[in-house]
């Protein structure tokens, strides 16, 4: 798990990621006929998910990152992703900080659709962003 690799395994942090990526996809193209094309856009823009198979990518995901625990955002998870991240962006590590603890009471998990969490995540991460951006251009 990515997990693991943070905490200083030999495996280099890119190539666990790719790992965590084709878990999912071959999780998912077992239950569901999305491609690779539509998962990447979910990953590098504000896009979210519109089909099932989407949404439980992104919530394997989350959950193979370790940022999921028992549905909800785990805010130490999530902090520790972005200090790793984002570690010389000052910016860009206080917008995502602000959406971990936005998003940690926003995004409920949805007992009878599980992948749900992945849209709500995704959701307010992308809201988040964009005020974040908009206040930046105020001042």
Same mark, same amino acid.
């Given at each position: 798990?990515?997990?693991?690799?943070?905490?200083?395994?030999?495996?280099?942090?890119?190539?666990?990621?790719?790992?965590?990526?084709?878990?999912?996809?071959?999780?998912?193209?077992?239950?569901?006929?999305?491609? !690779?094309?539509?998962?990447?856009? #979910? &990953?590098?823009?504000?896009? /979210?998910? =519109?089909?099932?198979?989407?949404?439980?990518?992104? *919530?394997? !995901?989350?959950?193979?990152?370790? #940022? &999921?625990?028992?549905?909800? /955002?785990? =805010?130490?998870?999530?902090?520790?992703?972005?200090? *790793?991240?984002?570690?010389?962006?000052?910016?860009?590590?206080?917008?995502?900080?602000?959406? =971990?603890?936005?998003?940690?009471?926003?995004?409920?998990?949805?007992?009878?659709?599980?992948?749900e969490i992945g849209f709500?995540?995704?959701?307010?991460?992308?809201?988040?962003?964009?005020?974040?951006?908009?206040?930046?251009?105020k001042n």
């Amino acid at each position: 798990m990515m997990q693991q690799s943070l905490q200083g395994t030999n495996i280099p942090m890119i190539q666990s990621i790719a790992g965590e990526l084709k878990f999912c996809m071959d999780v998912n193209s077992e239950q569901n006929s999305d491609g !690779l094309d539509d998962y990447l856009p #979910l &990953l590098f823009n504000e896009e /979210l998910p =519109t089909t099932l198979g989407q949404k439980c990518f992104l *919530t394997c !995901l989350f959950n193979r990152f370790g #940022l &999921l625990k028992d549905g909800f /955002l785990d =805010t130490q998870t999530a902090k520790t992703l972005v200090e *790793t991240f984002y570690k010389d962006k000052h910016d860009e590590k206080t917008m995502a900080n602000i959406a =971990t603890n936005v998003c940690h009471v926003s995004a409920v998990p949805d007992v009878l659709n599980p992948c749900e969490i992945g849209f709500s995540l995704k959701s307010c991460f992308v809201d988040s962003n964009k005020k974040g951006k908009e206040l930046r251009h105020k001042n």
